[in-house]
């Protein structure tokens, strides 16, 4: 599961913290698109409900996807996974991702400093996680990835300035994940082991500047 740690209660969220953006986001105050890339026109916009259920139940028994992100089972095991976000405060927000129209992905962007997660390293304010599926199989290792996470992580920091840094933590054995963010300008910063996974601290630092290696390949 890519960050639901059992244990540990999350951090406590301070009064009026989490819906800073247009869109109710954890992620601050970034606009969600379009936003042009080497790939396309790249836009991210909340899951809807249940317009959206039955691709995301799709992508989820997709078995190169259910290998990481253990989600596969009837739409009603994909529905609880993104209400569960879409019910809470605001610190984690489900979105779809396309790219010229198609919908070509899920994100999960969320508050890393005010999740389980921030257990696990040394936290600063304002982190901002994220995670990515990519959904069909045809936009998978085409560096589809790492153009698109080098884009939502600069549409995140230049979008909420207390941002410092955006972090992931893909499973160590998801090696096509971990060269995606590498490639977008993330850095291998540790290993973690968390509940259900050994996993692989990915930080980008707003003093990186743009990812320019985050290109498709020729």
């Known amino acids: 599961m890519p960050h639901e740690l059992p244990g540990r209660a999350p951090v406590p969220a301070p009064a009026g913290e ?22 396309g026109e790249f836009r991210l916009g909340p899951v809807l409900l249940p ?13 190169e996807v259910d290998a990481f992100w253990e989600l596969a089972g009837p739409p009603e095991v994909t529905e ?11 610190r984690s927000l489900p979105c779809l991702g396309l790219l010229d129209g198609e919908p070509m992905s899920y994100w999960e962007v969320y508050r890393a400093d005010l999740d389980p997660l ?7 304010p304002y982190d901002t996680g994220v995670h990515l599926l990519l959904g069909p199989a045809a936009s ?60 692989a601290l990915m930080v980008r630092d707003r003093a990186d500047g743009p990812a320019a290696q985050a290109q498709l390949p020729a």
């Open 118 to 124: 921030a257990a696990h390293y040394p936290a600063r």
């Open 80 to 90: 609880r996974h993104v209400r569960a976000q879409q019910d809470g405060d605001g």
């Open 140 to 199: 998978r290792g085409r560096g589809l990835g790492a153009v698109l996470l080098a884009a939502l992580a600069e549409l995140i920091l230049r979008g909420n300035p207390r941002c410092e840094r955006v972090v992931a933590e893909p499973d160590v054995r998801n090696r096509r994940s971990v060269r995606a963010f590498e490639r977008a300008g993330f850095r291998a910063a540790a290993e973690l082991d968390l509940p259900g996974k050994r996993a």
């Open 51 to 63: 317009a959206d259920l039955a691709l995301l139940t799709g992508w989820m028994n997709d078995p």
């Open 18 to 39: 989490f819906r800073l953006g247009p869109v109710p986001t954890a992620a601050g105050e970034f606009r969600l698109g379009p936003v042009p890339t080497a790939a």
